[in-house]
């Protein structure tokens, strides 16, 4: 059973900070690829940032350059660090995982992940 927990998320005006994290369980970490999502409300779920097993990063041009994802293998976590948020960043935030390959999907397709946390709220305020 694989499980993602997340925490983090919150309200915060617009040029603040906040980091999301996300504890998974049941698996290996450093063998999965894993990306932040998300989703606001009337709009399709994006994939924002991605890590792949070996380490790779990859943004969505929308938060390049302000977000930072990253994983701490020796406490099983992965972060995703938002700065100079933004209101249209307002979204719920989810993490996602998939074993090795993307399943024949882009990193950036939602669809290549099989396991997601359970979500947390981002609120940014102008």
């Known amino acids: 059973q694989v499980n993602l927990v997340q925490s983090g998320g919150g309200s915060v005006q617009t040029g603040g900070s906040l980091r999301l994290a996300c504890v998974p369980s049941?698996?290996?970490?450093?063998?999965?690829?894993m990306a932040w999502l998300r989703q606001a409300p009337g709009k399709a779920r994006e994939v924002v940032a991605t890590?792949?097993?070996?380490?790779?990063?990859n943004y969505a041009d929308t938060v390049k350059g302000r977000f930072t994802i990253s994983k701490d293998n020796p406490r099983n976590t992965l972060y995703l660090q938002m700065n100079s948020l933004k209101p249209e960043d307002s979204a719920m935030y989810y993490c996602?995982?998939?074993?090795?390959?993307?399943?024949?999907?882009?990193?950036?397709?939602?669809?290549?992940?099989?396991?997601w946390g359970q979500g947390t709220q981002v609120t940014v305020s102008s």
């Open positions: 996602a995982a998939v074993y090795r390959s993307y399943r024949g999907h882009s990193p950036f397709s939602p669809d290549a992940y099989t396991y």
């Open positions: 890590i792949d097993s070996r380490g790779s990063l």
């Open positions: 049941g698996y290996i970490f450093s063998t999965y690829n």
